[in-house]
């Protein structure tokens, strides 16, 4: 059974940087899609990246395009989110998500897509 834990949330000014990681055990991450999703207080979750099995494909959403980067350590069964200039609105908590291919074809920015979900890591920006 796959079970993933988030860490490497905390506490950075605006314009500064964060690396979220996703440790993954009970099964290799190859054959997952892999999300990010985040949910500011009060609004909904939303998607913010995602890497096909494999890392053969990466996707994100126009809000972080350019400033996260998604990738993948086979190595240490490990998924990473690298966050650059950092806004306040990016404040929330993060979430990684996995689905395994022979459930879903592609990865999605959709939640109901996936069906591992690890506890979640705050991550705030303000001044």
């Known amino acids: 059974q796959l079970q993933l834990v988030e860490s490497g949330g905390g506490l950075v000014q605006p314009g500064g940087s964060l690396r979220l990681s996703c440790a993954a055990s009970g099964a290799s991450i190859d054959y997952y899609h892999l999300g990010w999703f985040r949910q500011a207080p009060g609004k909904e979750r939303e998607g913010v990246s995602c890497s096909s099995s494999f890392g053969t494909s990466t996707n994100y959403v126009d809000s972080v395009k350019g400033r996260f980067t998604i990738s993948r350590d086979n190595a240490k069964n490990t998924v990473y989110l690298q966050m650059d200039s950092l806004k306040p609105e990016d404040t929330a908590i993060y979430y990684c998500?996995?689905?395994?291919?022979?459930?879903?074809?592609?990865?999605?920015?959709?939640?109901?897509?996936?069906?591992?979900w690890g506890q979640g890591t705050q991550v705030t920006v303000s001044s």
């Open positions: 998500a996995a689905v395994h291919i022979t459930v879903q074809t592609i990865c999605t920015h959709d939640s109901l897509d996936y069906h591992h």
